[in-house]
Each structure stands twice: as structure tokens, then as C-alpha cells.
């Protein structure tokens, strides 16, 4: 009988899966020769001792520190505007003039009228004494020297308002070239020369007093002055106390106006007034600043972002601010250990500026602390720190 199987092929192919099968088991891994995790890649920084500002911030509008409306003091024909818009006018300077021609004749009747009443009264005056003297010697009787007397005090009065009529005229004739008071940029001319103009606001072909038609209408032109130049902004009543406790112990509380974009710094000033009350809608107090504006650039009704200085922290432990997380724990941070292992640290977080936050309390000067990356750590995990770019470094700054 033959010993052979009968089915060699199925003998073939099971040695074939038992082989494979030895070998699959001896080339896996054992459990001991995994990998351990890998280190976690962070990026940190040292916590630093260093004076840090406290500021408070707020949306500010630029306010000129005198706007002025030039409005006509006499009626007349508006004969010239002299200033150009836009630009710069001196205190002083006349910027618009109005015929003085009616004025100079109403100068020389008032003088005329004083000459003749001056004149009046010198000669009753002349009688005066010479009645005087006669009544001494009884050549005139004591009432017509009474009466002499009397028209000479009458015409001392006429002589006087003469003379007050005559400076009224003179002024009258000195209004009709209109003067800036103050110094500043013109704005746009709101009347043109060869028009009427009134002393209530008035324009129009003639005047109303002449049968003419006139309108209400704008003052000649405003004159804002922007250097210096000022900036109105609120603080709530939870800054105010140190706000107030600064200002009126005399200490200079500085301010800087930013643009919208927080980008651009475009001057610094002071604080010189407060409000002496709370806004009731509102909770807050109006602050005004004043700020030299050499390169004009604060404009009147601008809005700017405002900071005002309240106080600096000399000696403060400060962190990039995206290293202090909050949870239920409060406000923590990680803290890199000397092995490399972090460890979830609670803080006392205080003021922020600048990306960096002070930490009264749970910190000290020369710890690590993670920055970026701490969404995947947790208590005891091992990291790696590395710069921005990818390489290790050491977190130390």
C-alpha cells in the first residue's frame, strides 16, 4: 500500500501558511519596543521683573481749542474777502472789508456836530463870566445869570454826547474791516464780495432797511485754531478715582492719540480738564486733553483713540499675554520644568499693554512659560520648545 497522500497540492500550500504565519509573529514589535510619545513642540518665554504702564483707553473727538464764527458788525456791501480757504490767519489779520465810504461821512457829521456845539458852548461860556462879573456890580439881574448858567450845563451835555457820537461813528468806521481775534486755519467762505451783509446774519441784493430783500444765512467764515488743539474722551467710573486722585494732586497725566487702526501714533498731550459730572445715560465723565499738534495731524471732529497714562508699576513680573489661559480654574499658565515637563500653574493676572500681562500673583521672575501650543498640553506632558520658525531653542529670552 502506497504512503503517499493523495492530495499533495493541499499538503504544499498549508506548510506554506504556517510559514508565513511563524514569520509575521517573529518580525512584529514587541510591546516594549514601542516608541515612547514624543515631546509636545511649544514655544515659551521667561517670565521678566520690569516697569509696566497702566493705561486707560477710550474713543476720542478732536475739539479746535477756540472756534470762532467772523459775523459783520454794521451793514454794508461786502467790498472784499481777504484770506484764502484752508489756510493759515494771523490774530489780527482782516479778512474781509466792507465800504467804508458811508462810515467816513457819518464820521465827519459827528465831528462836524461836536466842532459846532463845541463852538456854542465856548461862547456861552464867554457870556457866562461876563454876566458874572456885572451881576457883581449890579448891572444884570441875578436871573438871567441863572439862566446863562443853566444853557451853559446844557450845552456841556450836548458837547458830550457829541463826542460820544463821534467815537460811535469812528467805531462804526473801524468795524468795516472785519479782523480775526484769533489765530487758526480759515474755513470756506460762506459769502461772497459784492453782496449785502447785515450784523444779524443777513445777505441779500440791498438792505432790509432800504426797501432791499435779505436772507439768513452763515457767518462770513470760521476760523478754528488747531495748535494747540484738544481731544474730548469718557472714562468710566471705575478709572475715574485714579484718574482724579492724579489730577488734582497736580501730577501730569499723559495722553496719546492713536489713528482708528491703532497703527499710527499721532501726537502726545496732557489732560487739563474734567467734567464735573457723570454722564447719567452714559456712567462716565468727559475728559479733556490738549495737544500741540506742531504736525497738524489731529483735525477738528476727528476720532482717535486715546490712552491715557495712569500710573507706571515699577517692579512688575510681566508675560506675553497669550500665555495666560482662563478656565475653571481661573486664569493659569504652563510652566516649563527643568525636565522639560509642564506643570498647570493658577495666577492672579492684573494689567495688560502691549501684548504683555502682569502677574501679581503665582509666578516668579526667571520661570518658563508655554506661549503657543497649549491646546494639546496637559499636567506632566513632555515638550519641546521651539522658535517661531521650528527650532529648538530654549525658551529663555
Known sequence: MSLRSAHPGRCRAAARIG???????????SEAAKPAHRAIPVTAATAAKKPMPVWVEALGTVLPKRYVNLMPRVAGLLQSINFREGEKVRAGQVVATIDPRPFRIQVDQAQGQLDRDAAQLSGAQSDLSRYETLLTQDSISAQQVFDQRALVSQL???????????????LQLEWTRVVSPVSGIAGLRQVDAGN??????????????????????????????????????????????????????????????????RTILLDRGKVVAIDNQIGVSTGTVTVKAEFLNHRQRLFPNQFVNVRLLLQTIGSAVVVPSAAVATGAPGSYVYVIGRDEKVSVRKVIAGVSDS???????????????????????????????????????????
Not at 19 to 29: H, M, V
Not at 156 to 166: E, F, I, Q, S
Not at 363 to 373: H, K, M
Open 196 to 261: 449785502m451783509v447785515g450784523t444779524n446774519g443777513t445777505i441779500g441784493g440791498g438792505l432790509t432797511a432800504l426797501g432791499g430783500t435779505a436772507t439768513a444765512t452763515p457767518p462770513l467764515v470760521t476760523i478754528a485754531t488747531i495748535e494747540p488743539i484738544q481731544v474730548t474722551f469718557p472714562v468710566t467710573q471705575r478709572d475715574l478715582p485714579g484718574v482724579l486722585d492724579r489730577y488734582r494732586s497736580h501730577a501730569e497725566l499723559p495722553v496719546e492719540a492713536w489713528n482708528q487702526g
Open 156 to 170: 456841556k451835555g450836548t458837547v458830550d454826547l457829541d463826542r460820544a457820537a463821534l467815537a460811535n461813528a469812528r
Open 19 to 29: 510559514f508565513l504565519t511563524i514569520l509575521l509573529f517573529t518580525t512584529l514589535p
Open 355 to 397: 501684548g504683555m500681562t502682569e502677574i501679581t500673583a503665582g509666578l516668579a521672575p526667571g520661570e518658563r512659560v508655554v506661549t503657543d501650543g497649549l491646546d494639546e498640553l496637559r499636567e506632566g506632558i513632555q515638550v519641546e520648545v521651539v522658535t517661531q520658525g521650528g527650532v529648538r531653542g530654549s525658551g529663555r529670552k
